[in-house]
C-alpha cells in the first residue's frame, strides 16, 4: 500500500511538471539553431576576402585543393582554409532582423571586412561593448559573434600561402643547384653530369630527393623588385620544371620562384640536407 502511494505520488509530480513546461512555452518546437549561412562546407568552391586597409584575397577550390588565385598565384595553406570555411557554420549567439537604417550603428555601412562563400557575402562590422561581440550581417539577419575569426580576415597574404616548396604527386627526374647536379638516366640510375664516371647509390639519391619533396619552409613572403641570386633548377617526369634563384645568408637560404616571385625560407642546415648526398653505411658490416 505504502509503495503504490509513493508511486501515484510520483507520478503525479511528472504530470505537473510537464503541465507547467507545456503552459510555459506553448507550441515550442526542439530545433536546432541554425548557422549563419545555409553553406554545405564541401559546396564552397570560391572564397573572397576584402578588406579595409589590406588587399583582397580569392580563393579557389580547384580538385579538392584550394589555391590562392589573387593578389598572388599559389598553393594555398590547408590548415587555414579549414579555418575560413568554419565561419560559414558558425552558430550565433544572437540573431536579429537587419535595420538597413542602422547600418552605421553596427560599423556595417563600411564593415571592417567582407567575407564571401561563393556568391553569399558576410559583412563583419564593430563589436559590442557588453560583451565585446561583433555585429556580423547576412542578407536580412544581423547577427552577435563571439569575436574569434577576425584576425584570420586581416592576416596578410603570405599567411595563406602553403609552405611547402614543391607540389604533391610528381616525380623529381632532374636537380641542379650550385651544390650539386643530378640527372636520371633512362635506366632509372643517377648520374651527376659533371662526374659521370662515378656511380651514385639510388636509395642516397632517393633520400636527398625526398628533403626536397617533403621540404616546408620557415616562412613564405610575396616580393616585388627582381633579386639577382644564383640558379635552381628542379625537373619532374610530368609539367614543366620549377626554376628558383639562391640567395644564401648567415643562418638562412631563401628559394625565389622566377614564376611567382615567392620566396621560400630555409634554415641553412635544412639546405644543407636538401644539397648532400647521405652516406650510406654497410648492409653487411
Do not use: C
Not at 597574404?157 to 636537380?175: E, F, H, K, M
Amino acid at each position: 500500500m505504502k509503495n503504490r502511494l509513493i508511486l501515484n505520488l510520483l507520478l503525479a509530480t511528472i504530470l505537473i511538471a510537464l503541465g507547467v513546461i507545456t503552459w510555459l512555452k506553448p507550441g515550442q518546437q526542439n530545433s536546432p539553431i541554425s548557422p549563419i549561412t545555409a553553406l554545405d562546407i564541401n559546396a564552397i568552391q570560391h572564397i573572397k576576402i576584402t578588406r579595409k586597409k589590406a588587399q583582397t584575397i580569392e580563393l579557389q577550390r580547384v580538385k579538392n585543393k584550394w589555391f590562392i588565385i589573387k593578389p598572388v598565384e599559389a598553393l594555398a595553406l590547408a590548415g587555414k582554409i579549414e579555418r575560413l570555411l568554419k565561419i560559414s557554420q558558425i552558430v550565433p549567439a544572437v540573431t536579429y532582423p537587419l535595420d538597413n537604417t542602422s547600418l552605421d550603428k553596427f560599423g556595417l555601412n563600411t564593415p571592417v571586412a567582407q567575407l564571401s562563400f561563393n556568391n553569399e557575402t558576410l559583412n563583419i562590422g564593430n563589436t559590442e561593448s557588453v560583451h565585446s561581440r561583433r555585429y556580423v550581417s547576412h542578407e536580412t539577419q544581423l547577427f552577435l559573434l563571439d569575436d574569434t575569426f577576425l584576425h584570420h580576415l586581416t592576416a596578410p597574404v603570405d599567411a595563406y600561402i602553403d609552405t611547402r616548396l614543391l607540389p604533391d604527386s610528381n616525380q623529381i627526374t632532374g636537380l641542379q643547384t650550385p651544390q650539386i647536379t643530378l640527372q636520371r638516366q633512362a635506366d632509372n640510375t643517377w648520374k651527376n653530369p659533371q662526374t659521370p664516371s662515378v656511380e651514385l647509390s639510388s636509395d642516397a639519391v632517393q633520400m636527398l630527393l625526398d628533403e626536397w619533396r617533403f621540404a616546408r619552409a620557415i616562412n613564405v613572403n610575396t616580393i616585388v623588385n627582381q633579386t639577382p641570386g644564383k640558379p635552381v633548377m628542379i625537373s619532374f617526369s610530368e609539367g614543366p620544371s620549377l626554376n628558383f634563384k639562391l640567395i644564401e645568408q648567415q643562418n638562412n637560404v631563401i628559394l625565389i620562384s622566377t614564376v611567382n616571385k615567392l620566396a621560400y625560407t630555409f634554415s641553412q642546415a635544412k639546405y644543407k640536407k636538401m644539397t648532400t648526398l647521405p652516406t650510406l653505411g654497410d648492409p653487411d658490416a
